[in-house]
């Protein structure tokens, strides 16, 4: 089951996050959430959120 972790404002910075979790070495995956308002969700597997949200805080915060 996927989670979402994020809603980013644009595609490029939902690609931005992907890029850098999927480094770390977790899953990632993009879904629009409205074409008309171009937000993006990150989803990443219920089982790992604790572990990926450690490393987004760290990618958010930098």
Do not use: C, D, H
Not at 15 to 35: Q, W
Not at 50 to 57: A, D, I, K, R, W
């Amino acid at each position: 089951m996927w989670t979402v972790i994020y809603i980013a404002p644009t595609a490029k910075i939902a690609e931005n996050i992907k890029k850098r979790l999927t480094e770390e070495g977790f899953l990632v995956k993009i879904r629009p959430v409205n074409l008309s308002k171009q937000q993006y969700e990150i989803l990443v597997p219920s089982g790992e959120l604790e572990e990926v949200q450690e490393v987004f805080n760290s990618i958010i915060q930098s």
